[in-house]
Nanobody, 113 residues
């Protein structure tokens, strides 16, 4: 399975970005799919994900970020609004198919004036 992300970039505080991730190489719907991020000098952390019908968000992004998905395309999206400098980092798409976890290559999001 390959995960390909797009949509990162540089944005000013208060701005918006939308990330996309498409999975290929499997005929099955992933058991879980979502987004993690890693800021410089920090550990990778969950941002938002689907696990079946359950949606999880990090407390720090609730009310600002929205995850959505397209089953047919095996894709997941992350709409990020009201971005803050603390949202800066590399955003990774993540998917679980049965016992196996997959990661995308990451896309940089930088929030700065």
């Amino acid at each position: 399975v390959q995960l390909v992300e797009s949509g990162g970039g540089l944005v000013q505080p208060g701005g918006s970005l939308k990330l996309s991730c498409a999975a290929s190489g499997s005929a099955f719907t992933p058991d879980a799919m979502g987004w993690y991020r890693q800021a410089p000098g920090k550990e990778r952390e969950l941002v938002a994900r689907y696990a079946g019908a359950i949606i999880d968000y990090a407390d720090s992004v609730k009310g600002r970020f929205t995850i959505s998905r397209d089953y047919a395309k095996q894709a997941v999206y992350l709409q990020m609004n009201s971005l803050k400098p603390d949202d800066t980092g590399v955003y990774y798409c993540h998917a679980i198919y049965g016992p196996t976890k997959y990661w995308g290559q990451g896309t940089q999001v930088t929030v700065s004036s």
